[in-house]
C-alpha cells in the first residue's frame, strides 16, 4: 500500500515537471515567435506597435507617439563632450579636496561608534566647506 502511494505521489511529480518543461518550451517558443514577426515586419517596412499599418499610413489617434529621430551626429558628439567635461570638472573637484583634506588622528582608529560618528561628521563638514569656498571664489 506505501509502495503504491509513493509511485503515485512520483508520478504525481513527474506529470508536475513535465507540465512546466513544456510550458517553458512552449513560452519560449511565443517569444520567439513574437520576435521573429517583430523583425519579419521591421524589415517589411511595418511600424513595431502597428502592424496592420502599412509605412506610409498615419495613425488615426492623435495621442500615440511616433519614435523620434536619432539625433545627428554633431548634436550627439556635443552631448558626449559636455558629459566628458562634467566627468572631468567632477573628478578635478574630488581630487582637490582630497588633497585639501586632513583626516584627524582619532579617525585613524575607528573601533567605536561615538568616533566613527565624529569622523563622518568631520569629513562631512569638510566637503561643505570645501564647496562653499569653490562656490565663494
Known sequence: MKTYRSLKMFAGFLA?????????????TYWLKSQNDMLSGLLDGRPIGNSSLSANQEPDDAGVQTP???????????????????????????????KSYQ???KCYD????EVRIWCANH?????KA????????
Open 16 to 28: 508536475l515537471v513535465l507540465v512546466l518543461a513544456f510550458g517553458r518550451v512552449m513560452l519560449q
Open 68 to 98: 523620434t529621430a536619432p539625433p545627428d551626429r554633431e548634436e550627439s558628439f556635443l552631448i558626449k563632450r559636455r558629459s566628458e567635461t562634467a566627468v572631468a570638472a567632477a573628478r578635478d573637484e574630488v581630487k582637490d579636496f582630497k
Open 103 to 105: 583626516k584627524p588622528e
Open 110 to 113: 575607528m573601533r567605536s561608534d
Open 123 to 127: 569629513f562631512m563638514r569638510a566637503r
Open 130 to 137: 570645501f564647496e562653499q569656498q569653490k562656490a565663494g571664489s
